[in-house]
């Protein structure tokens, strides 16, 4: 997984953090939750997250806490973004 999120509701909360209390009544309206968390316990092949320390769109702690969550290798990029991780 390439600069993974561990859900639509868990973005919008660190990238709007003065509405976060918000967020809960609007989450009903998200058609697609994209919830990578509580999709962990079903992934049953071998995994590996591959993130930059410096993703400006996707926080950093959110690859290393689905790593933690899958139980596979954090594979960390320094001074990585987003967009920039292999070229």
Known sequence: LISPF?????????????VTPGVGLVAW???????NAAKTPRVQVPTVVIH????GIVPYWQGQKLAELLGCPLVSIPGGGHNDLFG
């Open 29 to 35: 309206l998200i058609k697609d939750k994209f919830d």
């Open 52 to 55: 930059g320390k410096e993703d």
């Open 6 to 18: 561990l859900s639509v509701e868990t973005m919008a909360k660190s990238i709007f953090p003065l």
